[in-house]
């Protein structure tokens, strides 16, 4: 796990600081994949086989009000897009799973300003 904490526990810094309270929500993050080959739907898929197996637990989570998202961070280095097909988007929404999107636009100023 990358980051996470348990609801009832007292709130601190990820540096073990008390902040004081208790956390009211359960939260995780892993990272999951990082890949560079320019194939997001490929690698949400493969991510959703994985997830699909552990269909009954997220189910539970999603039922008990948790939520499910896939985030992606995406460096984009000019012109580029993905297609997610139909499967795949109804294999997201089988499990109740959001999928965020950051697309980060890392092209200079110049470049901007010649599109």
């Given at each position: 796990m990358t980051a996470g904490w348990?609801?009832?526990?007292?709130?601190?810094?990820?540096?073990?600081?008390?902040?004081?309270?208790v956390r009211e929500e359960s939260y995780c993050s892993f990272r999951i994949a990082r890949r560079d080959d320019g194939e997001m739907a490929r690698s949400i898929s493969e991510i959703m086989d994985v997830l699909e197996a552990?269909?009954?637990?997220?189910?539970?989570?999603?039922r008990t009000g948790g939520r499910l998202n896939?985030?992606?961070f995406w460096r984009a280095?000019?012109?580029?897009?993905?297609?997610?097909?139909?499967?795949?988007?109804?294999?997201?929404?089988?499990?109740?799973?959001?999928?965020?999107?950051?697309v980060y636009d890392d092209?200079?100023?110049?470049?901007?300003?010649?599109?």
């Open positions: 348990t609801a009832g526990e007292p709130r601190v810094t990820p540096t073990g600081r008390p902040l004081g309270g552990h269909r009954a637990h997220l189910e539970e989570i999603s896939i985030f992606v280095g000019g012109d580029t897009g993905e297609t997610f097909n139909a499967d795949l988007l109804g294999r997201l929404a089988s499990l109740n799973v959001d999928l965020g999107i950051n092209r200079g100023s110049q470049d901007q300003n010649d599109a």
